[in-house]
T-cell receptor, first 111, second 116 residues
């Protein structure tokens, strides 16, 4: 069935360093890949997304890359700040709109 | 504008009781999704509404779970005869819908359900 694998499960970086989170998906029909940030006690917040007709997308300190052949996509956060500390989820969707989520990555940015 | 709202924010119920969880989507969003977030299972899809109909109910874990949507807006997720394994955060999301186009899903804050 549909599956999304996310690594690492936890990530600790120094403030100012970069953080990279990677996901793989199984359903070749997937064509939409959003990333969500979830802070404690809140719902997931969409931070960036990418569609299958694009290989890379950037928004300030955040970028996402997609390799459709390998079924890989990654989130890159540069110049990390303490407020970037949260749980990050990747997801994949086909035209049904249903999101299949990865298991989440807890990012800790140390001041 | 206003985001997705959910009520109640917290619900504690006794095993065997029924509960109703409510979701108010973003105005104009015709698609509505329910997800469940639990410690052991991560974020799981439950059901998808397009308008008032539910073309995908594949994630509902048992026949104790049901959902409806009226007027193309508010949705209610009902869990009958609650069990301890139903304890989780129930999240609602909404989005626009287009022909062969996927739009961004925006989530509400969730309802934390605890079954004692």
């Amino acid at each position: 069935g549909e599956n999304v694998e996310q690594h690492p499960s936890t990530l600790s970086v120094q403030e100012g360093d970069s953080a990279v989170i990677k996901c793989t998906y199984s359903d070749s029909a997937s064509n939409y890949f959003p990333w969500y940030k979830q802070e404690l006690g809140k719902g997931p917040q969409l931070i960036i997304d990418i569609r299958s007709n694009v290989g890379e997308k950037k928004d300030q300190r955040i970028a996402v890359t997609l390799n459709k052949t390998a079924k890989h996509f990654s989130l890159h956060i540069t110049e990390t700040q303490p407020e970037d500390s949260a749980v990050y989820f990747c997801a994949a969707s086909s035209n049904t709109g249903k999101l299949i989520f990865g298991q989440g990555t807890t990012l800790q940015v140390k001041p | 504008g206003a985001g997705v709202s959910q009520s109640p924010s917290n619900k504690v119920t006794e095993k065997g009781k029924d509960v109703e969880l409510r979701c108010d989507p973003i105005s104009g969003h015709t698609a509505l999704y329910w997800y469940r977030q639990s410690l052991g299972q991560g974020l799981e899809f439950l059901i998808y509404f397009q308008g008032n109909s539910a073309p995908d109910k594949s994630g509902l874990p048992s026949d104790r779970f049901s959902a409806e949507r009226t007027g193309g807006s508010v949705s209610t997720l009902t869990i009958q005869r609650t069990q301890q394994e139903d304890s989780a955060v129930y999240l609602c999301a909404s989005s626009l819908v287009g022909f062969r186009e996927i739009y961004e899903q925006y989530f509400g804050p969730g309802t934390r359900l605890t079954v004692t």
